[in-house]
Each structure stands twice: as C-alpha cells, then as structure tokens.
C-alpha cells in the first residue's frame, strides 16, 4: 500500500501535496471557501490539469456529502434546478478544453480567474442584475464549463448567489447543494473520457484526510479568536498569493 501512495506521488512531491491540503483545509475551516481554489493551480503543475481536476473535484465531493443533508432544508431549489442543469450541460464543452488545451494555459486560466475573484471579492463588487431564469442559466453553464476545464467553478456562482438577498444560511446551503448537485457527474465525465485515470481518484483518497484534519484545525484554533473579517481577508490573500504565483509562473514558462 505504501508502495502504490510513493508511486502516486513520485516526482511530484508528496509533502507539497500534503502541505497544500492541509492549508486548504484550515481555510474551509476557518473562512469556509477557498478551499479548491488554493489546490487547483498547485496540483495542476504537480499532477498535470485532468487529474487536478479529478482530485481537487474528489475532494470537494466528499465534503459537499457531508455538508449536504444539514443544509438541505435551506436550499432554493428554484434557483438551483436550472443552474446545476445547465452546468451539467456544459461540462462537455469543458472536458473537451481540459484534453486540447495546453497544461501551463489551464494553470494561467486557473491563476487569472483566482486573482480576479479575489479582486472582486476585496472591492465589494456585487452582481445588480435580476436574478432570472435566463442569467440563472447562463451563470450556471459558464460555471460547469469552468469547473470541467479547471476546477475552479465557483466565482461565478459565488458572485451571483451572494448578490441576493437571502438569508446566510440559505446562501450557504444553495453553495453546498449546488457542488453536491455537480461534482460528481463531472468526474464521472472526466474518467468516462480517459482524459484522467483512476491514479487521480487514489490521491483524492489519500490527500483527503489532511483537508479533514486541516478543517477540524482551523475550526478550532481559528473561530472565537479574532473577527470573520479577519478570516476572510486572510484566506483572500492566500488565495491572491497563489493566483499571483501561477500566473507569474505562466508568463516566465510561456
């Protein structure tokens, strides 16, 4: 068994997959998102970009499993039906850009959509427009194309669900239920295609534990200590750092 974990991660540094983890694990634990962002690029130059996307997919699965019969009762299915519908739709298209597109493009495009969340999130932007069945649509194919090529399918989603006016706990459960709703059809998608291999479902399994732990730590150390807002800048400016590290990255390898 140990054997098969050295080869899953050979040459590719297991103790920076490990580190990575556990980092994004604290930040779900003690900011609540951000999680998959911070992987996303990392394990995009560690392990290639289709089995990133298995990975990172993977893990964020099992936690939306967890979460999702607490939250529930909470969600607005009547935004939540069309989006994850049409995020499906798309993941295709997206499947397809992960096989055709350059490593080195997915980690810039994974590294510029971070560095502009972070951006939008830091200045307050908010979406003004009416939340309707068209723009729910639309929000929700652009976020499954996304997710399919990089991962990273949240901003959009994240931005147009935050933009409302429901309550926290109804915001929270709609984030949940709508990866919980997507993310696994996608990695079904992405291993059906052998565009990624079982190999990257195995380091999800590994990798997995250490977000557990990671998690658990930043709930503990972290709540009660100092203000939410705290939090969230500090998980934004890991995430800045790290979109600004895989762009610069991009630019020197390009």
């Known amino acids: 068994m140990i054997p098969y974990i050295a080869d899953l991660f050979a040459g590719v540094g297991l103790w920076?997959?490990?580190?990575?983890?556990?980092?994004?694990?604290l930040m779900r634990g003690f900011a609540?998102?951000?999680s998959a962002m911070l992987m996303a690029p990392i394990f995009a130059i560690l392990f290639g970009s289709a089995d990133m996307v298995v990975t990172v997919v993977a893990i964020e699965l099992v936690?939306?499993?967890?979460?999702?019969?607490?939250?529930r009762r909470h969600a607005d299915w009547a935004v939540l039906r069309p989006m994850s519908i049409a995020a499906c739709a798309a993941m295709p298209a997206g499947v397809w850009l992960l096989a055709s597109v350059d490593k080195n493009a997915i980690v810039t495009a994974v590294s510029a959509i971070i560095v502009a969340f972070v951006v939008l999130m830091w200045?307050?932007?908010k979406y003004t427009g009416r939340r309707s069945t068209a723009a729910t649509v639309a929000v929700g194919a652009v976020s499954?194309?996304?997710?399919a090529t990089t991962s990273v399918g949240g901003p959009p989603v994240l931005l147009y669900l935050l933009s409302g006016n429901d309550r926290p706990e109804v915001n929270r459960a709609n984030i949940v239920t709508y990866y919980f709703l997507t993310q696994f059809l996608l990695i079904v998608i992405v291993l059906a295609t052998g565009v990624a291999g079982l190999d990257a479902l195995a380091r999800a399994v590994v990798?997995?534990?250490?977000?557990?732990?990671?998690?658990?730590a930043g709930g503990r150390?972290?709540?009660?200590?100092a203000s939410e807002r705290l939090y969230r800048n500090v998980a934004l400016a890991i995430?800045?750092?790290?979109?600004m590290f895989g762009l610069l990255r991009g630019w020197l390898v390009g």
């Open 144 to 147: 499954g194309a996304m997710m």
């Open 221 to 225: 150390l972290f709540h009660g200590l």
């Open 207 to 216: 990798l997995f534990p250490v977000m557990v732990l990671g998690a658990w």
């Open 32 to 34: 609540g998102f951000g």
């Open 123 to 125: 200045t307050g932007w």
């Open 239 to 243: 995430l800045f750092a790290t979109g």
């Open 16 to 25: 920076m997959a490990l580190g990575v983890t556990l980092v994004a694990g």
């Open 63 to 71: 936690v939306s499993l967890q979460l999702f019969p607490q939250v």
